[in-house]
């Protein structure tokens, strides 16, 4: 027996070889030494496999492993069987990885046309989209697949100006125009007479009053290819093209979409239900203010005024508290 550091060892040769082994081996082997040591220190298998939170008889066999492979014994040990005789044969797992690969298709799908296949082929074999997705993740396809879905859900335009995106909401019904810088994240917004074509390009000239690369929308009737206020409008104002998201894919506008929320979030708890176009407008500016200039953006670790113009608004706190009239709550 030899104690090393306040551990027990039974030969010399142990200590330099649990160095190398994971924790849970060397508790294993603390407690098969204390069931093997000379007596008085010598303590029963029972107390040894509380010690590891065992039963008695599990604690047995591991001392039996020990003594039959020394520490080797006391690594854990898959319980996979030597041999899988249900398992797919690896031709038709080429076959599915295949068709994975050119359709792009889940495991639902793929086992659609494979079962289909067979049909054709006379085969009575089924396949079942469970077995499907675990070959497939078992070949790392569908963990390649949301790497790629990962790199093309997130995109930035990083620079000032060279994306915008517009777009309408609705605060108790009142039309509302947003836009938003796509790299800055700096936003307008302005409550609209009404819906029609020319009062939103008349909002968007008065929101952004200089020339911008490329403009992003959807494709409602306001934004249309068919619309000629909006080719005017881009004409005169946008340098490159106008840009259409995707039908029925609103997260393309996701970045808009937030600054959209969070302003009704404001507005509902500044007016409640109120439809007064001159009131939701002067809040609507003293939150833009904020939002622009005191609002910290992790996604672009600054503020959206700052990384547009290079520079703050310094009044934007003073102005806030004295629109929320917090001046004998927060200092100025």
Request: proline share 3%; aromatic share 8%.
């Amino acid at each position: 027996m030899i104690l090393h550091r306040g551990n027990i060892y039974l030969v010399k040769e142990h200590i330099e070889k649990l160095k190398s082994e994971e924790e849970q081996v060397q508790k294993r082997y603390q407690a098969v030494a204390k069931t093997l040591i000379p007596e008085p220190f010598r303590i029963v298998r029972e107390k040894a496999a509380e010690l590891l939170g065992l039963c008695k008889r599990q604690m047995q066999r591991i001392v039996k492993q020990f003594l039959k492979e020394g520490i080797e014994g006391l690594r854990y040990k898959s319980k996979r069987p030597k041999t899988s005789p249900n398992q797919t044969p690896e031709v038709i797992e080429d076959r599915i990885e295949k068709v994975r690969k050119a359709s792009g298709f889940g495991s639902q799908d793929i086992a659609v046309l494979l079962n289909e296949s067979s049909r054709r082929e006379g085969k009575i074999r089924k396949f079942w989209p469970s077995t499907i997705n675990n070959i497939l993740v078992r070949k790392g396809e569908i963990e390649r697949e949301k790497q790629i879905q990962k790199g093309c859900q997130y995109f930035d335009w990083l620079h000032p100006n060279r994306l915008i995106q517009a777009d309408l909401t609705k605060f108790n019904g009142v039309p509302i125009l947003t836009m938003e810088d796509d790299g800055t994240r700096k936003g307008w917004a302005i409550a609209l007479r009404d819906e029609k074509e020319t009062s939103v390009t008349d909002g968007m000239e008065k929101l952004i009053k200089r020339k911008y690369d490329n403009l992003l929308t959807d494709n409602g009737s306001q934004f249309s290819r068919k619309n000629a206020n909006i080719r005017k409008y881009c004409e005169k104002n946008v340098k490159e093209k106008h840009i259409w998201t995707s039908v029925h894919h609103p997260q393309t506008m996701g970045k808009l979409s937030a600054f959209q929320k969070a302003l009704k979030r404001f507005l509902r708890h500044k007016l409640r239900r109120s439809r007064n176009k001159k009131i939701i407008n002067h809040w609507i500016h003293v939150w833009e203010q904020w939002y622009n200039n005191g609002k910290f953006h992790s996604s672009i670790k600054s503020y959206p005024e700052e990384k547009y113009s290079g520079k703050r608004d310094e009044k934007w706190y003073e102005n806030i508290v004295k629109a929320l009239k917090l001046e004998n709550v927060l200092t100025v």
